[in-house]
């Protein structure tokens, strides 16, 4: 026990330090407590509860965003721009082991029972083109997003889009995201027609639950208070809109979506950094699903995956990009088809459209 101990505190140490390094610029303040976490073993000694894949620094990070957001008046906060623009005092490094360590029993909850999740509405970017082509093609849309979290993708068709070069789309929208572009992408003059969507997740957050949001307001990085203010726009958009998501496993429960969505309109399958979590088996069994689908009706499939991350997805085979990828995937009469489309960023700031 005392060598595994040693070993796991050792592993952790070396994952903070890592962290610190890479976010230096980025991220200055998880970078500086990151460093000082790598040298504080109680600290690391709480992630022991964490799930193997989830004992990583930004789960750390998230669950003491996540007490701090219900605690605003404490010291640390002063340090986080997202929460007070207060003058800060004292070191927060020092401050955040000392914050996390008094509440240890709660953070080991949420180490133990919570895991990461990214909900960055500007992601949307990624499926305004290959919808548009989609609409363009078959007409009205229906949406299934697989592994949707709290199901903010499927806000896109409400948004505005305000593109570089390109202008704007959807001028009445309550809320609009950028995009810059490059290459010659298929500039729609309004948005898609998506008439139906729901979300499909094993652990769906429902935008009506406040705790649920705070999670969701923790996972995003203090610094990058644009993001936070997004989010928290996004969260009541989605409340306005009566936003869905079921749970549901991504294999097994696809199909019946599909079935589903096929009674409203054009069905179409949106999977975004999700299929990265799953194992290569289970990643296999999805497209041996959709394509068990596509074979008996038309279907569509809008990925945006890393193909380092997912090697098993159509058009990723043979290659290693780390980089976000869109591909475009139909069914039509039971053939099968592939369309590499985009590079994106990993958080739809920009879509380089092309190989």
């Not at 996540?66 to 008046?73: I, K």
């Not at 009445?172 to 898609?192: H, K, N, Q």
Request: contains cysteine; hydrophobic residues 40%; glycine residues 6%.
């Amino acid at each position: 026990m005392l060598i595994h101990y040693r070993e796991l505190v050792h592993d952790l140490a070396q994952r903070f330090t890592d962290f610190a390094k890479s976010f230096e610029k980025g991220a200055p303040l998880y970078s500086r407590i990151a460093a000082r976490v790598a040298e504080e073993p109680a600290v690391l000694e709480l992630m022991s509860v964490a799930p193997i894949a989830q004992r990583i620094p930004v789960l750390l990070f998230a669950s003491a965003h996540y007490l701090l957001l219900d605690d605003r008046y404490h010291e640390l906060a002063q340090h986080y721009p997202n929460i007070t623009s207060t003058p800060p005092t004292g070191d927060a490094a020092n401050l955040f082991v000392a914050f996390v360590l008094q509440r240890a029993d709660a953070m080991k909850e949420l180490l133990a029972n919570r895991t990461t999740q990214t909900n960055e509405i500007s992601r949307c970017n990624w499926f305004l083109f290959p919808s548009a082509m989609l609409d363009a093609e078959v007409g009205p849309l229906a949406q299934v997003d697989v592994g949707s979290s709290a199901g903010l993708n499927q806000l896109f068709p409400n948004l505005g889009f305000d593109l570089n070069p390109g202008g704007l789309i959807g001028k009445s929208a309550a809320l609009t995201i950028t995009c810059d572009i490059t290459g010659t992408p298929p500039v729609p003059t309004d948005r898609p027609h998506v008439i139906w969507s729901m979300g499909l997740d094993t652990k769906p957050i429902d935008v009506r639950n406040d705790a649920g949001v705070r999670w969701l307001e923790a996972c995003v990085w203090p610094d990058q208070v644009e993001r936070f203010n997004r989010l928290q726009r996004a969260i009541a958009l989605a409340r306005h809109h009566n936003i869905v998501v079921e749970r549901g496993d991504a294999v097994d429960d696809v199909a019946q979506a599909i079935e589903r969505a096929a009674k409203h309109a054009h069905p179409v399958v949106t999977t975004s950094w999700v299929l990265n979590y799953l194992p290569p088996e289970r990643r296999i069994a999805f497209v041996d699903e959709l394509d068990r689908v596509g074979s008996e009706r038309d279907l569509s499939w809008v990925i945006a995956e890393s193909p380092y991350e997912t090697p098993e997805l159509p058009g990723h085979r043979g290659s290693d990009e780390l980089i976000t990828v869109i591909t475009l995937v139909t069914w039509r009469q039971g053939q099968r088809s592939v369309q590499r489309l985009a590079t994106t960023h990993p958080h739809g700031q920009w879509i380089h459209w092309g190989n």
